[in-house]
């Protein structure tokens, strides 16, 4: 399957940034990436004080080769960039080698 991480640094971000992207996550970027076509799925992961990041999986490489594209011409504006103050610092495709799904199944979700 077809990757791409996107990832932000919050060692130098302002302090309340995590919940700031979490709300930002909840209210806006859920929706957006719901249902978007070529995209399997999207996970927002983050470590406090230190690192943000997307986790994307695309079902063709024309959609993620995309996609890529288009979100690096503009990620020093993105809404994460303007979040945290500062541009990614890795958009990196990688192949998923593989997904397994536990007993309890799959669930979307966003904070609501």
């Known amino acids: ?3 791409l991480t996107v990832r932000w640094s919050l060692a130098e971000a302002p302090e309340g940034v995590e919940e700031q992207l979490a709300s930002y996550v909840a209210e806006t970027s859920h929706a957006r990436f719901t249902g978007m076509a070529g995209l399997r799925f999207k996970t927002w ?3 406090p004080g230190e690192w943000f990041e997307g986790c994307y999986v695309f ?3 024309e959609a993620r ?8 011409e503009g990620a020093a ?3 994460g960039s303007r979040i945290i103050g500062s541009p990614p610092i890795l958009v ?4 998923i080698v593989a997904i397994a799904e536990g007993w309890e199944g799959f669930e979307a979700w966003g904070r609501a």
């Open 45 to 47: 992961r983050q470590v």
């Open 77 to 79: 504006d993105a809404p």
């Open 1 to 3: 399957m077809l990757g």
């Open 59 to 61: 079902a063709t490489s």
């Open 92 to 95: 990196e495709a990688c192949d």
């Open 65 to 72: 080769e995309d996609f890529q594209r288009s979100f690096t």
